[in-house]
């Protein structure tokens, strides 16, 4: 009953549903794969794993600290291990790069919903007036004429409603999915600075974190 429900409001709706039902899945087709990119990113991180490679680095133990980098598929500590790899020349600039390859991959297809929430109303606006053009045409034809164009305009206005429904299930997910990219933006600032931190504080005290860097690399 409902599915002959759903069949026939959207041929009531015209020709421009199908442009808007196109919407609709792109937009299910997006929102499906942030999801589940997000979802496998947190699996992968291990705060336990990334707190005992900050103590390591802390206390000049780059040896634990590297072993603990080299085989995971924690972000952060592949982060550090590409810091720790090119602190012969910059520790620093190393990490901002790899964290700014990561969180280019956060914001990967996020433009297409930005794009459907404006593009989905503008549609549902389209089919409407097209709709009402085509209920005047009524007019002067027949004593029913009335009739026939405030039902026509009611059908027409299911392509608005339409589109805006999918406007807002766009815009939940999007400006979610943004949040989810501005904190793991800042996390890794945090992270970055306070690994740069531990790094001058070990060296302070006689680990050097570049001599470590130069013998790996010649191993």
């Not at 069949?7 to 299910?28: K, N």
């Not at 930005?114 to 097209?130: C, E, H, R, Y």
């Not at 085509?134 to 405030?150: M, R, T």
Request: proline letters at 2%; a neutral charge.
């Amino acid at each position: 009953m409902l599915s002959n429900i759903v069949i026939e409001t959207f041929i009531e709706g015209g020709w421009v549903m199908w442009p808007i039902l196109a919407t609709f899945f792109l937009a299910l087709c997006v929102v499906l794969d942030r999801s589940v990119w997000w979802l496998r990113l947190q699996s992968t991180c291990h705060a336990a794993a990334q707190e005992q490679a900050r103590v390591a680095i802390g206390t000049g133990d780059f040896t634990s600290a590297w072993k603990l980098c080299e085989n995971t598929t924690d972000p952060y500590l592949h982060n550090l291990a590409e810091g720790m790899t090119h602190a012969h020349t910059s520790m620093l600039a190393a990490m901002q790069l790899h964290a700014t390859r990561l969180i280019e991959k956060s914001e990967a297809r996020m433009w297409v919903l930005s794009t459907l929430i404006t593009l989905a109303p503008l549609l549902g606006l389209f089919g409407t007036v097209v709709g009402i053009m085509g209920s005047f045409s009524f007019i002067g034809d027949e004593q029913l004429a009335a009739s026939k164009v405030s039902g026509g305009i009611g059908e027409a206005l299911i392509a608005t409603a339409a589109g805006i429904a999918i406007a807002i299930l766009c815009l939940l997910p999007y400006n979610f999915f943004r949040k989810r990219v501005s904190v793991l933006r800042g996390s890794f600032e945090r992270w970055i600075n306070h690994s740069e931190l531990l790094v001058k504080s070990a060296k302070e005290h006689g680990h050097d974190l570049e001599i470590f860097a130069a013998n790996h690399a010649k191993h």
